[in-house]
């Protein structure tokens, strides 16, 4: 049985990343958090298409683990992107989605990305996809104790702040890099979907499944409307290190 959310979630990302793909040569890519890879089929394949050395970091061992049992020839480790084990210039590419917004402060966002700078080569592209502080779900979601949302099922995982398009952007132009594309994602209403999804993976044929996806994806239009920050869930940033 595959996981719906998981699956629509994964093509979200797919998209995302095949549309800001950078031009020219990529040999060595960092992708930051491994969760997707570990519970389903992550980015990993399209990335491993692609590139000759994929290297991939989660904080959790385990995660990495477990996303190194799914991908054997991936190689994964442990490690904090507040303290990257990398040399200075280190990665032609970096694709960190939904990384950043489990920290407690957004100092930690900061010294986040000052590394992130440290190990990219200069020119070259990251991706980097947050928690919208924009959107009110998510907005009401980090006011709520993490325990009351953990009881609940919604989130699986420790969720810390995030920010908003523009100060993401702000920091970002601080810490040196060069702001290129920002957008929204993941425009359909998340809680309600989860839900959906997982009665729909019980309890209904393939056939309408795929049908689900589809309706699913097609919220994504919403990211053409003025109010694309106030319905996506997170925010995407592509930048070039300067």
């Given at each position: 049985?595959?996981?719906?959310w998981?699956?629509h979630s994964d093509?979200?990302?797919?998209?995302?990343v095949?549309?800001?793909w950078?031009?020219?040569?990529?040999?060595?890519?960092?992708?930051?958090?491994?969760?997707?890879e570990?519970?389903?089929?992550?980015?990993?394949?399209?990335?491993?298409?692609?590139?000759?050395?994929?290297?991939?970091?989660?904080?959790?061992f385990?995660?990495?683990?477990?996303?190194?049992?799914?991908?054997?020839?991936?190689?994964?480790?442990?490690?904090?992107?507040?303290?990257?084990?990398?040399?200075?210039?280190?990665?032609?590419?970096?694709?960190?989605?939904?990384?950043?917004?489990?920290?407690?402060?957004?100092?930690e966002?900061?010294?986040?990305?000052?590394?992130?700078?440290?190990?990219?080569?200069?020119?070259?592209?990251?991706?980097?996809?947050?928690?919208n502080?924009?959107?009110?779900?998510?907005?009401?979601?980090?006011?709520?104790?993490?325990?009351?949302?953990?009881?609940?099922?919604?989130?699986p995982?420790?969720?810390?702040?995030?920010?908003?398009?523009?100060?993401?952007?702000?920091?970002?132009?601080?810490?040196?890099?060069?702001?290129?594309?920002?957008?929204?994602?993941?425009?359909?209403?998340?809680?309600?979907?989860?839900?959906?999804?997982r009665?729909?993976?019980?309890?209904?044929?393939?056939?309408?499944?795929?049908?689900?996806?589809?309706?699913?994806r097609?919220?994504?239009?919403?990211?053409?409307?003025?109010?694309?920050?106030?319905?996506?869930?997170?925010?995407?940033?592509?930048?070039?290190?300067?």
């Amino acid at each position: 049985m595959r996981d719906l959310w998981r699956t629509h979630s994964d093509s979200i990302n797919k998209a995302l990343v095949l549309r800001w793909w950078p031009v020219g040569r990529v040999d060595h890519l960092l992708k930051t958090d491994l969760f997707d890879e570990a519970v389903n089929d992550g980015l990993h394949p399209l990335l491993a298409a692609r590139v000759k050395h994929v290297i991939g970091m989660d904080i959790s061992f385990l995660v990495a683990y477990q996303a190194r049992l799914r991908y054997p020839s991936f190689r994964t480790i442990g490690g904090d992107v507040r303290c990257l084990p990398f040399m200075d210039n280190s990665f032609d590419f970096i694709v960190s989605n939904s990384t950043l917004d489990h920290f407690e402060s957004a100092k930690e966002i900061t010294v986040s990305l000052r590394e992130l700078h440290r190990v990219l080569r200069p020119g070259k592209q990251m991706i980097i996809t947050l928690d919208n502080l924009s959107n009110p779900i998510v907005l009401l979601r980090n006011w709520l104790p993490f325990r009351l949302l953990q009881r609940l099922k919604i989130v699986p995982y420790y969720v810390g702040v995030t920010l908003g398009q523009n100060s993401l952007q702000h920091l970002l132009k601080e810490v040196g890099f060069n702001v290129l594309e920002v957008d929204a994602i993941m425009h359909c209403p998340r809680v309600l979907a989860v839900v959906v999804a997982r009665w729909t993976e019980k309890h209904t044929r393939p056939k309408t499944q795929g049908y689900f996806l589809r309706f699913l994806r097609a919220f994504e239009c919403l990211s053409c409307l003025p109010t694309r920050f106030f319905t996506g869930y997170f925010v995407a940033i592509r930048v070039t290190k300067i």
